[in-house]
Protein backbone atom coordinates (compact mmCIF):
# COMPACT_ATOMS: atom_id res chain seq x y z
CA UNK A 1 0.00 0.00 0.00
CA UNK A 2 1.17 3.31 -0.53
CA UNK A 3 0.09 6.44 0.95
CA UNK A 4 -0.30 10.08 -0.76
CA UNK A 5 -0.17 12.71 1.73
CA UNK A 6 -0.63 16.62 -0.43
CA UNK A 7 -0.03 20.16 0.61
CA UNK A 8 0.34 23.42 -0.76
CA UNK A 9 -2.57 24.75 -2.13
CA UNK A 10 -3.98 28.20 -1.61
CA UNK A 11 -5.26 31.42 -2.63
CA UNK A 12 -3.41 33.27 -5.29
CA UNK A 13 -3.72 35.81 -7.75
CA UNK A 14 -3.83 35.87 -11.48
CA UNK A 15 0.16 35.68 -12.36
CA UNK A 16 0.99 34.36 -9.40
CA UNK A 17 2.80 31.49 -8.61
CA UNK A 18 2.27 27.71 -5.77
CA UNK A 19 3.68 25.14 -5.12
CA UNK A 20 2.39 21.52 -4.19
CA UNK A 21 3.82 18.20 -2.86
CA UNK A 22 3.06 15.06 -2.79
CA UNK A 23 4.95 13.07 -0.47
CA UNK A 24 4.13 9.19 -0.88
CA UNK A 25 4.85 6.81 2.01
CA UNK A 26 4.76 2.68 2.24
CA UNK A 27 5.41 0.79 -0.03
CA UNK A 28 7.32 2.91 -2.42
CA UNK A 29 10.33 1.27 -3.60
CA UNK A 30 8.65 -0.18 -6.28
CA UNK A 31 7.19 3.34 -7.57
CA UNK A 32 7.35 3.77 -11.05
CA UNK A 33 5.61 7.35 -11.95
CA UNK A 34 3.42 9.72 -10.33
CA UNK A 35 1.64 12.57 -11.80
CA UNK A 36 -1.23 15.66 -11.01
CA UNK A 37 -4.81 15.90 -11.82
CA UNK A 38 -7.30 18.75 -11.35
CA UNK A 39 -10.96 18.94 -11.09
CA UNK A 40 -12.96 22.10 -11.18
CA UNK A 41 -16.13 22.81 -10.44
CA UNK A 42 -18.64 20.98 -12.38
CA UNK A 43 -15.91 19.36 -14.82
CA UNK A 44 -14.65 16.35 -14.79
CA UNK A 45 -11.15 15.76 -13.28
CA UNK A 46 -8.42 15.82 -16.48
CA UNK A 47 -4.36 15.59 -16.60
CA UNK A 48 -1.99 18.00 -15.55
CA UNK A 49 1.38 16.31 -15.06
CA UNK A 50 3.21 13.58 -15.22
CA UNK A 51 7.04 12.35 -13.94
CA UNK A 52 8.55 9.50 -13.93
CA UNK A 53 10.21 8.43 -10.81
CA UNK A 54 13.31 6.78 -12.08
CA UNK A 55 14.42 9.77 -13.80
CA UNK A 56 12.42 12.54 -13.55
CA UNK A 57 11.09 12.65 -17.33
CA UNK A 58 7.67 14.65 -17.02
CA UNK A 59 5.63 15.42 -19.36
CA UNK A 60 2.37 18.08 -19.28
CA UNK A 61 -1.19 19.09 -20.66
CA UNK A 62 -1.14 21.11 -23.24
CA UNK A 63 -2.74 23.75 -20.89
CA UNK A 64 0.23 24.28 -18.81
CA UNK A 65 2.68 23.54 -20.87
CA UNK A 66 5.80 25.91 -20.22
CA UNK A 67 3.65 27.13 -16.84
CA UNK A 68 4.19 24.27 -14.70
CA UNK A 69 6.97 22.17 -13.92
CA UNK A 70 6.66 18.97 -12.05
CA UNK A 71 10.01 17.80 -10.41
CA UNK A 72 11.13 15.16 -7.44
CA UNK A 73 13.50 15.10 -4.68
CA UNK A 74 15.00 11.85 -3.82
CA UNK A 75 16.06 12.74 -1.03
CA UNK A 76 12.97 13.99 0.68
CA UNK A 77 11.07 11.21 -1.02
CA UNK A 78 8.75 14.18 -2.34
CA UNK A 79 7.42 15.23 -6.11
CA UNK A 80 6.89 18.88 -6.40
CA UNK A 81 3.99 20.58 -8.89
CA UNK A 82 5.75 24.21 -9.54
CA UNK A 83 2.93 26.40 -10.70
CA UNK A 84 3.41 29.75 -12.76
CA UNK A 85 2.09 32.60 -14.35
CA UNK A 86 -1.51 31.13 -12.79
CA UNK A 87 -5.04 31.99 -14.68
CA UNK A 88 -8.17 32.08 -12.99
CA UNK A 89 -8.92 28.97 -15.50
CA UNK A 90 -6.55 26.97 -13.16
CA UNK A 91 -8.53 27.00 -9.75
CA UNK A 92 -9.68 23.55 -9.46
CA UNK A 93 -8.83 20.56 -6.47
CA UNK A 94 -5.54 19.28 -7.42
CA UNK A 95 -4.82 15.57 -6.41
CA UNK A 96 -1.60 13.46 -7.33
CA UNK A 97 -1.73 10.19 -8.12
CA UNK A 98 0.87 6.78 -8.11
CA UNK A 99 1.61 4.14 -9.88
CA UNK A 100 3.78 1.17 -9.13
CA UNK A 101 4.50 -0.86 -12.45
CA UNK A 102 5.44 0.31 -16.11
CA UNK A 103 2.54 1.89 -18.21
CA UNK A 104 2.40 4.40 -20.91
CA UNK A 105 -0.62 5.83 -21.04
CA UNK A 106 0.05 8.12 -18.49
CA UNK A 107 -2.86 10.69 -19.24
CA UNK A 108 -5.52 7.67 -18.02
CA UNK A 109 -6.44 8.22 -14.74
CA UNK A 110 -8.20 4.86 -14.45
CA UNK A 111 -4.30 3.32 -14.10
CA UNK A 112 -3.10 4.70 -11.08
CA UNK A 113 -2.98 2.55 -8.25
CA UNK A 114 -3.38 5.47 -5.91
CA UNK A 115 -5.01 9.19 -4.89
CA UNK A 116 -3.37 11.89 -2.18
CA UNK A 117 -6.58 13.33 -1.02
CA UNK A 118 -6.57 16.83 -2.83
CA UNK A 119 -5.91 19.73 -2.20
CA UNK A 120 -7.74 23.19 -3.32
CA UNK A 121 -5.92 25.69 -5.45
CA UNK A 122 -7.58 28.78 -5.91
CA UNK A 123 -6.70 31.98 -8.70
CA UNK A 124 -8.50 35.20 -8.17
CA UNK A 125 -8.61 37.34 -11.11
Known amino acids: QVQLVESGGGLVQAGGSLRLSCTPS????????MAWFRQAPGKEREFVAH????????YYADSVKGRFAASRDGAKNTVYLQMSSLKPEDTAVYYC??????????????????WGQGTQVTVSS
Open 97 to 114: AARTSYFSRYTAQNLYDY
Open 51 to 58: IRWSDSIA
Open 26 to 33: GRTFDMYA
